[in-house]
C-alpha cells in the first residue's frame, strides 16, 4: 500500500514508527457503517503523536450477522474496512493509539529496530494496565489468579 515519501523518511530518522493499521466496523445500517468508521479515522488524524499518510477505504457491503445480532432479530449488517498508514512519534504513542482506536490488525513497517527508554516502556504498560482494570471493573475482562 504504502512507499516511504519525504516527510515519513524524516520522521523515521528522527525515530517515529511507521505503522499500517486495518480497521473494520459491521453495524445495522449502511450508513452508519460509514460515519462510524470515517468519524474514528478523523479522531484518530487529530492525534498529537501520530501523522497519518494513507487512509483508504472499501466498499460498504452485506455481511452475515454476527449470533449475537440474529438473536436480536436483526437480520442484515454491513462492513466497511479502512487501511491506514502512519507514523507515530514513539512506542509509547504507538501503545496508546492501539489502546484508544483498537484496530483490527497493525503491521510496523520501519524502522527495522525500535528503542525505547524505561520511563517509556513503563508508561506503555501502565496504560495497558490501566486498560485492564477498566475492562474488569466493567465486567468484561480481567486476569484469573490461580491459587495453585
Known amino acids: 500500500m504504502s512507499k516511504t515519501n ?8 528522527k525515530g517515529w514508527i511507521k505503522t499500517w493499521l486495518l480497521f473494520e466496523v459491521v453495524a445495522v445500517k449502511k450508513e452508519a457503517a460509514q460515519n462510524a468508521l470515517k468519524a474514528h479515522v478523523e479522531k484518530l488524524k487529530k492525534e498529537q503523536a501520530l501523522r497519518v499518510f494513507e487512509e483508504n ?4 457491503d452485506p455481511v452475515e450477522p454476527a449470533e449475537h445480532f440474529k438473536a436480536h432479530g436483526i437480520t442484515e449488517t454491513w462492513s466497511q474496512l479502512a487501511e491506514v498508514v502512519l507514523c507515530a512519534k514513539d512506542f509509547e504513542g504507538l501503545m496508546n493509539m492501539v489502546v484508544t482506536y483498537a484496530p483490527t ?17 513503563q508508561n506503555a504498560l501502565a496504560t495497558v494496565t490501566d ?12 486476569m484469573l489468579i490461580s491459587t495453585k
Open 131 to 142: 486498560m485492564m482494570h477498566k475492562y474488569a471493573a466493567a465486567g468484561i475482562g480481567g
Open 6 to 13: 519525504e516527510e515519513e523518511q524524516k520522521l523515521l530518522e
Open 57 to 60: 477505504f472499501t466498499s460498504t
Open 105 to 121: 490488525a497493525i503491521e510496523i513497517l520501519g524502522p527495522s529496530k525500535i528503542s525505547i527508554d524505561m520511563r517509556s516502556a
